[in-house]
């Protein structure tokens, strides 16, 4: 069989409306030929009820893809061989022999679609490439996906510092000399400091890396709430780069040259650089082969405008949402930011929006807050495409006395007075539980220990133990689940629940009084927080609440892995993560021996030591507690 015989003309690449019925049997025209559409060997009559064909593709003849669309919306595609034979709906389920034939025939197509949206200055979409993009979401990812070993290449990474005074790249136009000077400079400005600069602009600019000009940036790729890659391209060389941007402090990972295969970056490889090696060029593809038709127009038109990104379920965070996002809200707006970009709240029905409503919490936003984006970034990736914005995320890291009076004031506003009235005078203590991993191998019996001590000390005593928190009053499910929760036994919170529960059994007839917290919302307990006398919280996520919101003087457990390594320890406490901070008092390392056999509600693997479990020598720690509860009191 010649294959060029099955070969159409450019013209006939898709035939809209290609069935008629002749004799009761469906029959498609095709190559001056009425040849009738079979299934299952024998002539096919009808399609399923509601159920139609819209177009036939013949561009990877002898191999064709027939599309159906139902009433509903719909849409499938037959894969037919050359007698118009259905072979499946499915590119998984064709044989080798056909898998082998669409990818050779899909091929250069697929390349030519990357190769327009990674390496041209001006990315066109071809007649080819539109037809092509006739055919329905599903199959185009399937066909894309079938080619993605012929093109996913690891690229090869670079430390500009390692570099010579110039570096060289071959281009479609000729070999450049990338200039190390400029590559620095341009790494050198803080990446939020850039967007902060670029609102007022309506443009967002990176220096050319051959010789520093100002190069406005085309458009955002997002790869999902947490990476995103800025195209930027410069004709003059015919250079087009991406600059890399994550974490949770969403900075620059690198610059990515597809055409080339390389991946500049500014000093030791990222955590989050990893995803760029691994996943980019793949990602880049399934991109470009989801919303080329959109995306090719919105990088040849240029987004003008801005939308930040609040990340939403699944990913959103107690400590980072505070400690990044709404920090870098508020950055914005006290720096003086005139035209403040849009706020977009990833599935706001879940109440991403752990500390309350963005413009409640800011005002200045009012007007300028979208939640109508829920589940899969799709929709939000269409209306950025469609009306001309970059995507990215605001942050910063720094904690102040003015955003924790925005966010305790709005607390105030939520919370009835008469919650605090349990205390009436009475000295508060409030207790932070964890008891997902890297938390005492038993959390229940070392805190039913300590309030014995406490009931003798502290006769009067207001007991609050604290941990998940709800939504709202009404709703009881989790504000935010535990990272890996999904790995626990039982939901932590519920796990929390009875552990309050069986110490509010035992010391039921002690002198002091305990109330829970577990499971109410979030403005709850930053209020109480802020009331109580101090507070004694195993080491986690919660302390922003605490210590960030609260600002509240505290006695801080936690293993001696994290007190000896770990180097974000003291974000909690130290003057340049939060302003003003209340002193704290850290567990004894002495006092503490980590468990590395002791069994962990969210397992984090082997070798994860941050993580163990841990023992603590109880009376002496216990002790400490009370001597800094006394202090308190002064």
Known sequence: ???????????????????????????????????????????????????????LYTGFAPLYLLALQNDTGDHATWYLDWRLERLTDNVAELSQDFQDLL????????MRLFDQVTARCTPVMDPELQIFFELCDTTRLSIARLCLPALAQTPIVQRVNDLGVDFPLFTATGPVRLSRQCLEAGFATDWQDRLATSFDQRRLTWESPVDGTELSCQGTIIFDDFHFAFRFADPRYGLTFFVLVAGHCSVVMGLWFPAQNTMLVPGHPLHSLQFFIHDAGSRTLIYAARWGALLIPYLVQGACRFANI????????????LWN???????????????????????????TELY?????????????????????????????????????????????????????????????????????GRMAVLIGLRVENRTLVDVEAFFSKLLA??????????????????????????????????????????IEQAIVSALSERFRDAPIEIVSLVGRPIATSVLWASRVNAFVSIWGASLAKYRWVANKTGFIITSRSNLEHRADLHIYDSPHYMESPSPVTFVRQELVRDDPDAEQLVPAGPGHTSFFNFRLDEPACIADIVSFIVGTRA
């Open 1 to 55: 069989m010649n294959d060029d015989n099955f070969r159409p003309g450019p013209e006939r690449l898709y035939i809209r409306d290609p069935i008629f019925s002749r004799d009761g049997i469906l029959h498609i025209h095709l190559a001056d030929v009425d040849m009738p559409l079979r299934v299952g060997g024998k002539f096919c009559s009808n399609f399923v009820p509601g159920w139609k064909a819209v177009g």
């Open 103 to 110: 990818r050779v025939k899909a091929l250069p197509l697929v």
């Open 310 to 321: 609040m990340r939403g379920r699944g990913s959103v965070h107690l400590g980072h949402q």
């Open 325 to 351: 996002e709404l920090s870098g809200i508020e950055s914005l707006i006290e720096g003086g930011c005139h035209n403040l970009p849009e706020c977009v709240v990833l599935d706001a029905v879940d109440q």
């Open 356 to 424: 309350g409503p963005i413009d409640r919490l800011f005002p200045e936003m009012e007007g300028r807050v979208e939640r109508r984006f829920m589940g899969e970034l799709d929709p939000f990736i269409a209306h950025i495409c469609k009306n001309g914005y970059f995507a990215f995320r605001a942050t910063r890291e720094y904690i102040s006395d003015r955003l924790r009076s925005r966010i305790l004031q709005l607390a105030t506003s939520a919370v009835p007075s008469d919650e605090f009235n349990i205390a009436n």
């Open 453 to 494: 001590v406490l009931a003798d000390a502290f006769p009067g005593l207001v007991v609050l133990f604290d941990g998940h928190n709800s939504r709202s009053e009404t709703d009881q499910e989790v504000a935010t689940e535990s990272f890996s929760e999904h790995l626990a036994k039982e939901r932590p919170v519920r």
